[in-house]
């Protein structure tokens, strides 16, 4: 069927999926899995970001459920707990021609960036089940897998006897993929452990500090690293040769600060890495349908955007790396991914790398995570292959914040940009807006630049963008996304 050693690499796993006993966990939610088409049926969007550690730290993030509606189009649904930006809605459909999906508003609760659970209630309940019987069934594409997205599907195909089918992993598979430490056994098992940065585990706070003391004897800098944390907020870095100067005590006085700011549980391990010195982070963007569809495919490589030490995301671009390095990070993602699929993982996914020089000066790939979910450079791809004809220009896309663009509505954006949006229609245009929900109380929102060339795409984000927007670019906010 492929051409990637699919045997072999069900062999090579099979020590881990039986460890986990992943076949007979994931029989619970066999009734929902998706069979790889939609069949004419409406699709429900949900961008749920409640299961990331953290997540509540992130500016805006109740809004981020609103990111839902650039996959979205005629006939779907999406769903949020706060009404969409004044203006937003217009925009996507007559500017952008992502057609007329139906916007269902959810009760939140008290986390309202849980809105699966939001969709368990009414009134955003009877109205999907209505919806479902009219249509003769349902097609769930979460932004995440969780339990609670399931449990959704369970509860809506109950109440229709209509077949509810979703589009992500179940959770023993989506759990497995987002977890560092079982990835990282994962990409040995099916490469070798040279695929991987030098990776110990431990649960125990004094002997976390003690593999930080061995490292220091062959590399400059190592990480603590939190399993299941998106875009670096589990994360530590230290200097080695400083921390080798410490005595124990002082040692892991350091370590227990890290579990205390990252609100570690007793029972978990954690990760202490070696941290390369690397300016290289590229990410490639998978596509892994059921396996009688067709194999995993990498719908693009790109490098990440990232700040500081601890590597913070905070935008995309399409690789200019050398070809060599994109046919090496293609070819190893799929055959990772077909691992991934032979576990029965479907849907979206990526995995980020960091490339560094060996003693010879030679490249050297090497896998760092798994993003289990839609994300900041898929959402941003997906857009833009959505809206631009023909082949994928050069583009930069991150969040954009500024502290002078709090209580700014979004109609006034709009106005500012100008003639400068893209619009499909003419291929004019540089500029596509999305995520604008923070913009008013955080002055955030998300922006992709076209580009004729690399280049031309960096400046318009950095230069052009602020000047039209009429704000200092020097005060610019800073932060994360996942």
């Given at each position: 069927m492929y051409s990637w050693g699919v045997d072999r690499i069900s062999e090579a796993i099979r020590p881990l999926a039986e460890r986990l006993r992943i076949e007979s966990r994931n029989r619970e939610y066999a009734a929902h899995r998706w069979s790889g088409d939609e069949g004419g049926l409406p699709v429900l969007y949900l961008e749920d970001v409640s299961a990331i550690p953290f997540v509540s730290v992130v500016p805006g993030v109740e809004e981020y459920q609103h990111r839902a509606r650039v996959r979205a189009g005629d006939g779907d649904l999406f769903v949020a707990v706060t009404p969409p930006s004044e203006g937003y809605e217009a925009y996507c459909r007559d500017r952008l021609g992502l057609g007329s999906p139906e916007f269902v508003l959810a009760a939140g609760d008290d986390h309202a960036y849980a809105v699966a659970r939001a969709c368990a209630r009414d009134p955003a309940l009877s109205h999907i089940v209505e919806r479902t019987r009219q249509a003769g069934g349902?097609?769930?594409?979460?932004?995440?897998g969780i339990q609670e997205v399931w449990e959704l599907a369970g509860l809506v195909a109950e109440r229709t006897g209509l077949p509810v089918q979703v589009i992500g992993p179940p959770p023993p598979v989506l759990w497995l993929a987002n977890d560092k430490q079982r990835f990282t056994e994962l990409v040995s098992r099916v490469l070798s452990p040279q695929w991987v940065v030098e990776t110990h585990a431990a649960n125990d706070p004094a002997e976390m500090a003690r593999h930080l003391v061995r490292l220091a004897d062959h590399h400059r800098r190592g990480g603590l690293k939190r399993t299941r944390c998106a875009s670096a907020m589990g994360n530590a870095v230290y200097d080695l040769e400083a921390i080798a100067r410490l005595d124990p005590d002082e040692i892991l006085d350091e370590v227990r600060h890290f579990l205390e700011r990252t609100e570690?549980?007793?029972d978990?391990?954690?990760l202490i890495v070696a941290w390369e010195q690397?300016?290289?982070?590229?990410?490639t963007q998978l596509w892994i349908p059921p396996p009688e569809v067709?194999?995993?495919v990498v719908g693009g490589v790109y490098e990440q955007l990232l700040e500081g030490d601890e590597k913070i995301f905070l935008g995309s671009r399409p690789s200019r790396l050398p070809d060599a390095i994109n046919e090496t990070l293609t070819r190893s993602s799929i055959e990772v991914g077909i691992a991934l699929q032979s576990l029965g993982y479907v849907g979206r996914c990526s995995f980020d790398f960091i490339v560094v020089e060996d003693a010879g000066e030679t490249p050297q790939v090497k896998f760092v995570e798994c993003n289990g979910r839609w994300?900041?450079?898929?959402?941003?791809?997906?857009?833009?292959?959505r809206v631009v004809e023909g082949s994928r220009p050069p583009y930069r896309a991150q969040?954009?914040?500024?502290h002078d663009l709090v209580g700014i509505g979004f109609p006034e954006i709009l106005r500012r940009i100008g003639d400068e949006?893209?619009?499909?229609?003419?291929?004019h245009g540089r500029y596509i807006l999305y995520n604008v929900g923070p913009l008013k109380r955080n002055g955030k929102l998300d922006v992709i630049a076209l580009g004729r060339t690399p280049d031309e795409a960096e400046r318009s984000l950095s230069e052009d963008l602020p000047r039209r927007l009429g704000i200092d670019p020097n005060r610019r906010g800073s932060d994360h996304d996942e």
């Open positions: 349902l097609v769930i594409h979460p932004y995440m570690w549980a007793l978990e391990e954690v690397t300016d290289d982070s590229p990410s067709g194999p995993p994300g900041g450079t898929s959402t941003p791809m997906r857009l833009v292959d969040d954009y914040m500024h949006l893209y619009d499909p229609a003419t291929g």
